[in-house]
């Protein structure tokens, strides 16, 4: 299999890429540093066509396919992972309104999340249920036509800045994931409030919230796809959503890999460029391997996801994100080493990718729990 970029995903790539060394890396440093959300960004990444990519173009997105998307979301990350995340995210959750929602939903919300005009945010984690999607608690009764729902959501990307939520339910309580109903909620909506995280070790220029469900009350027209099956509903998208991650770690290791390279051309030593040093050479031979290796295997991912083929997408997708998020802490940490003192401080963004590569071993699902999915499908 040759993983042959057409013309068309060339010149996207080459696009975001303009947009993430001329808009993104200059600001990079102080949006961290501020822990500040890039909306002017966002607005600007939207008229290129970078805020949701998959959107089909009926409801004003750009219809790609998913390679090209993962080639945005790497690139963005590339730039620096804190406004890519911020800007990659802004349709999350999205997913389910376009596969499953109603027309009127995807009419009113993937316009808006296309646009750049609104976010959306994906409610699945809860305080007391990470990995165990099955076990969520927040409870969906019905009440006329009307669902009322209550609990709370932990770490929720875009919580404060989300116009929208697909909040995941228990709607049969005592049916395990076989009770799960995934509901669209404007954030506005009484009862929907969202407390800010803003300690992160990463990804700092990107939203997180907790958001506390109080008595919520949505119209049953509300529901995205059918009662019961919101579990199943969202399997659907966890190999797209860690093919993402994986391009995520990517992008971040390849940003670590530039920045080496560059810091080995520049610093001497023993009179000396440092990159001439055979063990320096060693490294960066390892650090370009790691990263080729984990771009093949997010390409593959991305093509199995698009072909339909599920088993094989699911399994891919794992082991990409899983092989990508390790390595790209891995990498991280080399450049680091690379730069010596001079990149344990934040002159240089390197000690920034070690911290953002960081989370990309932790969400859609853990190192740990895709060794188990591996595993699985290996029987
Ligand atoms: C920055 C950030 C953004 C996020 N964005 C979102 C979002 O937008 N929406 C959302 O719903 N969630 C989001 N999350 C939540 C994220 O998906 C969870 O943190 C993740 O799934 C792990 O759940 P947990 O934190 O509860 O850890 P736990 O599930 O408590 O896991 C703790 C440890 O136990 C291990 N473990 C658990 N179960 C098993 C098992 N069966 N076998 C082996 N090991 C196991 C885990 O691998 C981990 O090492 C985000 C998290 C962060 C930090």
């Known amino acids: 299999m040759a993983f042959r970029l057409s013309d068309e995903q060339r010149a996207i790539r080459e696009a975001v890429r303009t947009f993430g060394e001329e808009e993104i890396r200059p600001v990079a440093r102080e949006h961290d540093e501020q822990k500040k959300y890039p909306a002017d960004l966002v607005k600007k990444a939207a008229e290129l066509d970078f805020v949701a990519p998959s959107i089909p173009v009926e409801y004003g997105g750009a219809g790609m396919d998913v390679l090209s998307a993962t080639i945005v979301t790497e690139e963005l990350w590339r730039a620096d992972p804190g406004i890519g995340s911020a800007i990659g995210s802004r349709g999350f959750g999205s997913n389910m309104i376009r596969k499953y929602g ?16 609104s976010a959306c945010c994906s409610c699945i984690s809860e305080p007391a249920h990470g990995s165990n999607v099955a076990g969520i608690e927040t409870r969906a009764e019905r009440d006329g036509d009307e669902y009322v729902i209550d609990g709370n959501k932990m770490w929720i990307t875009n919580g404060t800045v ?3 939520a697909v909040v995941m339910t228990k709607t049969s309580p005592d049916e395990g994931h076989r009770g799960i109903t995934a509901f669209l ?12 995280i803003d300690n992160k070790l990463g990804i700092r220029a990107s939203d997180l919230a907790e958001v506390i469900l109080d008595g919520v009350r949505v119209p049953e027209e509300n ?9 199943y509903q969202l399997m659907d998208f966890f190999a797209s959503g860690r093919t993402s991650v994986a391009a995520q770690a990517v992008g971040t290791a390849q940003a670590a890999l530039d920045a080496a390279l560059d810091y080995a051309d520049e610093r001497e030593q023993f009179g000396q460029k440092i990159g001439e040093f055979q063990a320096i050479q060693h490294k960066l031979a390892e650090m ?14 991305a093509s199995y996801v698009e072909s339909g083929d599920d088993q094989m997408a699911t399994q891919f997708a794992s082991m990409a994100k899983l092989f990508a998020s390790e390595h790209a802490v891995d990498v991280a940490d080399e450049a680091i080493q690379v730069h ?22 932790i969400y859609e699902g853990t190192s740990e729990i895709q060794k188990n999915i591996i595993a699985d499908n290996l029987q």
């Not at 909620?185 to 800010?196: L, M, R």
């Not at 370009?288 to 991912?301: D, F, G, H, I, P």
């Open 102 to 117: 109603d027309e009127w939903m995807k009419e009113e919300w993937l316009t808006r999340i296309a646009s750049g005009e």
């Open 162 to 164: 989300a116009d929208v």
């Open 185 to 196: 909620v404007p954030t506005d909506a009484d009862g929907f409030e969202t407390e800010k």
């Open 223 to 231: 529901v995205v796809g059918e009662v019961d099956e919101g579990f």
């Open 288 to 301: 370009a391997t790691n990263v080729e290796a984990a771009r093949s295997l997010a390409y593959r991912a």
């Open 340 to 361: 010596g003192g001079a990149g344990f401080v934040t002159d240089h963004p390197v000690e920034r990718y070690y911290r953002d590569a960081r989370i990309t071993k």
